[in-house]
């Protein structure tokens, strides 16, 4: 079980990273009119077999759906729109926590865990719509 | 518990836990009654080795998240392909430690 300050500092981290991720990629996209990740394949799954993994085509997802292309989104990668959505939702959230001293999104990743760990059913379809999205992803030639 | 248990359980899973935690874990084990032993036993502890085997592995996809109970951050390494490769490579050096942190709760759980 993750402790609530190590689960925000990982949080935190992450948003970090996503957002300066997403900023360097538009960034380049605005100087070189290419995807950042054209140029540096930051993927090891893909580098190393050239097959690419379940998330790839993630970042041109959410950038997709931060130009309000929803469908060209989802055609991309459905995962771009949890990402978007953690991108949205938790940082304030844990920022929120941290400053009224409160554990609200820590209890609410246990409930997430304690659910999904209990329930075989939602377990398997999850990982049967990821192995389903791998699927696409190889069809696609990402 | 009987002493020839313990010391048994403890040659058996000592790489399972850190090594300055495994005097205290002995002394909490010889207070414990006898009827816990099947319930230690079935305790689940993951061995960091494995662990490790299968971050280097399958570490961009998070299964080795998966594998040691952390599910949450097993679905967000998945989904940010291992954080963008990142953290993938970050959990090669802090799995184990985390694996045998995991196994202290799972046996602190089986003390309470």
Redesign the interface.
Known sequence: MLNRNRLYILVIACSIGGFGWLAWDAASTRSSGAWAHSIVTSCPVKLATGIPCPSCGTTRAVVALAAGDVAGSLQLNPFGLLIAFALIVFPPWVLHDVIRSRDGFHRFYLAFERTLRGSRALALSSAALVIANWGWNILKGF | MDPQKVDMFIMTYSKYFEGHQIQSIRDRLLTLDDSKFVMLQAANLKDPVITLVISIIGG??GIDRFFI?????GI?K???????????IVDWFLIMGRTRAVNL?RLQQVFY
């Open positions: 961009n996809l109970g952390d599910t949450g951050l967000a998945l989904l940010t392909c291992g954080g963008l490769g990142v953290w993938a709760q």
